[in-house]
């Protein structure tokens, strides 16, 4: 049976990014949105792998605080690259927001505003983490962020920002499109995990 380390996540990561890419390339242009639904993609797939990701980390969290050592360099390495996700989400959003509102940031939007909230709080933890440098510490803050996190995605009010721009499109191949980038972006991601953990064991 293959171990967890012989697994080729550095294949697997660029395997996983080229498909993202190649998706987003390949998404055909939406009726109303044009190409513009391809930042859209970009910016929605990062932005909700990142959550995913957030919650894969919790998991891992949970597995530490119930004994497994092992889960510790997982837990905090799947976290922080979720944060890059949120982070590089947040980037690629302004674009379509430049096109679409004539703005890079909308900070009347309370989707924008909780995403600037989740940014500067996300950033203050991992400081706060590597200066207490308490595991037990740092996996019931993944588990705590990782559930306020998703109770504000789940809650934020929206105002210019779509409900839901995928679902409420009406050709069928959209959200099939969609749901192939966001699977290679969260693949991707976990791939990007088990590289950089097994290159931290490597002697």
């Known amino acids: 049976m293959t171990s967890i380390r012989q697994i080729p996540y550095r294949l697997l990561t660029f395997i996983f990014i080229a498909l993202w890419l190649t998706l987003l390339f390949l998404t055909p242009p939406e009726r109303t949105l044009g190409t513009l639904i391809r930042w859209i993609f970009a910016h929605g797939s990062l932005t909700q792998a990142a959550v995913y990701v957030f919650l894969v980390a919790a998991l891992l969290s949970a597995g530490y605080l119930l004994g497994n050592d092992n889960l510790y360099a997982w837990m905090t390495t799947v976290a922080v690259i979720a944060f890059v996700l949120w982070a590089l989400g947040f980037i690629i959003s302004m674009v379509p927001a430049r096109i679409a509102w004539g703005v890079f940031v909308d900070l009347n939007e309370p989707r924008t505003q909780m995403t600037l909230r989740v940014l500067a709080v996300g950033a203050v933890f991992l400081v706060v983490a590597w ?6 510490f740092t996996a019931i803050a993944i588990i705590l962020f990782a559930f306020v996190l998703l109770f504000l995605v789940r809650s934020t009010a929206i105002i210019r920002h779509p409900a839901n721009p995928v679902g ?7 959200p099939l499109v969609y749901s192939g980038v966001l699977l290679s972006a969260v693949l991707g991601s976990i791939s990007l995990a088990g590289w950089l953990v097994n290159r931290k064991r490597v002697p």
């Open 131 to 136: 200066w207490v440098h308490q595991p037990k």
């Open 168 to 174: 409420e499109s009406p050709s069928p191949i959209i």
